[in-house]
């Protein structure tokens, strides 16, 4: 028969046009992934300090301004509105007096050495 050998290439055929159907639902799951990762990623990206600022505030809130006064004009500890950012991450990192040493590092501190040298941001 001459029509034989036409079967298994048919076969081969529409295995193949199943696979790429498969393969493309896949890649249309991936894609969907893909979408919801970058809705995360801008939500960190606000909380990775975008604003440094505000994560200074934030960090000023829960760290310093039991001592330092809510607008940073002092309470048990002096004014430290408006000083130079490099003072203010000394005194974190060294604690003058009865100020405790390392209350916060590394980008925590930058910011809130930020957020006070410009005093709370307005
Ligand atoms: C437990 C209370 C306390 C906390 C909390 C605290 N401080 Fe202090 N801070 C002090 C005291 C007291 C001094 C003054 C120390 C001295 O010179 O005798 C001081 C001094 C400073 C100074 C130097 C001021 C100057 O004019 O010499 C800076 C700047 C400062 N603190 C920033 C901060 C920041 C920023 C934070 C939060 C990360 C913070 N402090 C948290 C008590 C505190």
Do not use: R, W
């Not at 799951?29 to 440094?52: I, K």
């Not at 100020?99 to 957020?115: F, K, Q, S, T, W």
């Amino acid at each position: 028969m001459k029509g034989q050998p036409l079967i298994p290439f048919l076969l081969i055929a529409v295995a193949g046009i199943f696979l790429m159907l498969i393969l493309s639902f896949v890649g249309l799951g991936d894609f969907g992934e893909e979408a919801e990762e970058n809705g995360n990623g801008e939500e960190n990206g606000e909380e990775n300090g975008e604003d440094a600022v505000e994560v200074g505030e934030e960090v000023y809130e829960q760290d310093c301004l039991s001592c330092h006064g809510e607008n940073m004009e002092g309470d048990t500890g002096p004014a430290i509105e408006g000083q130079d950012p490099d003072a203010v991450i000394t005194a974190i990192e060294e604690g003058p007096g009865s100020m405790p040493e390392g209350l916060v590092d590394g980008e925590d501190a930058e910011a809130v050495a930020e957020y006070v040298s410009e005093g709370g941001g307005d």
